[in-house]
C-alpha cells in the first residue's frame, strides 16, 4: 500500500530514523558494560548515565512518531515490548541488593531488548521501503 499523505510518510521515516538511533544506542549500552567489565570500572558511571540520554526518552518520541505516521498495531505493540523491557531493565540493575539473583537477568533483559530494537528497525524498514502493513 503506497502512502500518498505527506505527514504519514514522514512521521513513518522519522521513526524509522529513531529506531534506528534507539538500536545503536543499545549496542553502545552492551559496549559499555563490556568495557567496564573488561578494560575499565569507570566505564559504570557512562553505561548508566548514557541509558538516561535514551532510555524513555526515544521510545516516547517514537510513540509519538507513530501516531503521527499511522504505523500498524504491531507497531504499538513493539513499542510496549520496548517499554516493558526498559522498565524490567531498571528493576534488574537495581533489585540486586534485595534480590541477588535478578541482577543477572539484566544481561538476558539486555539481549532481549537488542533483538526488539533491531526487529523495530526491520519491520519498519519493510514497512516504508516494501509497503508490507502484515503483521
Known sequence: ???????????????????????LCIIAQIYLAGVAIFLDGSAWTKHMMFVHLFGFNFPVLMLIL???????????????GVFISIFLMYFTANINAILPWFGPLHVIMALLLFVLSWSIVFKTWKLIFKGSEKN
Open 1 to 23: 500500500m503506497k502512502v500518498n499523505n505527506p505527514r504519514v510518510r514522514v512521521g513513518r521515516i522519522t521513526y524509522f530514523i529513531f529506531a534506528i538511533l534507539f538500536a
Open 66 to 80: 507513530a501516531l503521527v505516521g499511522a504505523l500498524p498495531r504491531w507497531a504499538y505493540f513493539q513499542l510496549t
